[in-house]
């Protein structure tokens, strides 16, 4: 049984993590106890906190989820700083790669359970195992074409992987938001549940996984996830060099 609780759990002031006696982690996202805003230090924090997560051994089986009626809506572009300028992109540019590559080194299983629109780093939600969803979520890559530039964090190799590349490429370049309905049906959502549901379903399918012997939740969440990280891997660092270049390039772009 599980009875420690890890420094991590109370060093991130934009999570919240709960853990039980069988090693599920809840990881609730937040501002102030309401739905996320996106933020330079969320962006800085979530890195470090998904690190923490992975090296963590005695969790089993994670949930990820946001906070009130959105998983993830808004955005302070001011907060990120003059991505204009290549130095300050730099830190975005590791932060970026990072994030992802750490997420997906969290080896056991990880259940996302969107409560509402997501509408930025949705790649943070495919990178899981098991998606659920609420009956109010929508999907969207809504902050890169608004800013005028590559999407190139993660949802160019995710999204198309997800979608296939056809429609995964119509998805980013007309900023298409597809409905919970919409989304299921294309295979990114495995299940739509009333919103009051979908704690309860992610805690159930949480507990069910944990009856597995943890070498088993280990190995089979390296397993499923190793074609993902070369994707991963090989995608991001180009993806957001790209995005970079755009960015500082901002200053001289005529609209």
Do not use: C
């Given at each position: 049984?599980i009875?420690?609780?890890?420094?991590?759990?109370?060093?991130?002031?934009?999570l919240?993590?709960?853990?039980?006696?069988n090693?599920?982690l809840?990881?609730?996202?937040?501002t102030?106890?309401?739905?996320?805003?996106?933020?330079?230090?969320?962006h800085q924090?979530?890195?470090?906190?998904?690190?923490d997560?992975?090296r963590?051994?005695?969790?089993?089986?994670v949930?990820?989820?946001?906070?009130?009626d959105?998983?993830?809506?808004?955005?302070?572009?001011?907060?990120?700083?003059?991505?204009?300028n290549p130095r300050?992109?730099?830190?975005?540019?590791?932060?970026?790669?990072k994030?992802?590559?750490?997420?997906?080194?969290?080896?056991v299983?990880?259940?996302?359970a969107?409560?509402?629109?997501?509408?930025?780093?949705?790649?943070?939600i495919?990178?899981?195992?098991?998606?659920?969803?609420?009956?109010?979520?929508?999907?969207?890559?809504?902050?890169?074409?608004?800013?005028?530039?590559?999407?190139g964090?993660?949802?160019?190799?995710?999204w198309?992987?997800?979608?296939?590349?056809?429609?995964?490429?119509?998805?980013?370049?007309?900023?298409?938001?597809?409905?919970?309905?919409?989304?299921?049906?294309?295979?990114?959502?495995?299940e739509?549940?009333?919103?009051?549901?979908?704690m309860?379903?992610?805690?159930?399918?949480?507990r069910?996984?944990?009856?597995?012997?943890?070498?088993t939740l280990?190995?089979?969440?390296?397993?499923?996830?190793?074609?993902?990280k070369?994707?991963v891997?090989?995608?991001?660092?180009?993806?957001?060099?790209?995005?970079?270049?755009?960015?500082?390039?901002?200053?001289?772009?005529?609209?």
């Open positions: 049984m009875t420690t609780q890890p420094a991590y759990f109370t060093k991130y002031e934009n919240d993590f709960s853990r039980d006696q090693g599920i809840e990881v609730r996202m937040h102030k106890n309401a739905s996320l805003i996106f933020t330079g230090k969320t924090d979530f890195v470090d906190a998904f690190y997560i992975s963590d051994r005695d969790n089993r089986v949930i990820l989820t946001g906070t009130g959105a998983w993830m809506d808004q955005i302070d572009f001011q907060s990120l700083g003059d991505v204009t300050e992109w730099d830190k975005i540019f590791w932060e970026g790669k994030v992802l590559q750490n997420l997906l080194d969290i080896e299983p990880v259940i996302s969107v409560n509402g629109p997501a509408l930025l780093h949705t790649e943070y495919l990178t899981s195992d098991i998606i659920l969803a609420s009956e109010n979520a929508v999907f969207q890559d809504m902050p890169h074409f608004n800013a005028g530039i590559v999407p964090d993660g949802v160019h190799v995710l198309p992987l997800v979608l296939g590349q056809s429609r995964g490429r119509y998805f980013l370049l007309t900023q298409e938001k597809l409905t919970v309905q919409q989304a299921h049906e294309l295979g990114v959502v495995n739509v549940l009333p919103s009051d549901k979908l309860n379903r992610a805690r159930e399918l949480a069910q996984l944990a009856k597995q012997p943890t070498l280990r190995y089979t969440r390296v397993a499923l996830t190793q074609h993902i070369r994707l891997n090989e995608g991001i660092g180009y993806g957001l060099a790209l995005e970079g270049i755009t960015a500082t390039d901002l200053r001289n772009a005529q609209h």
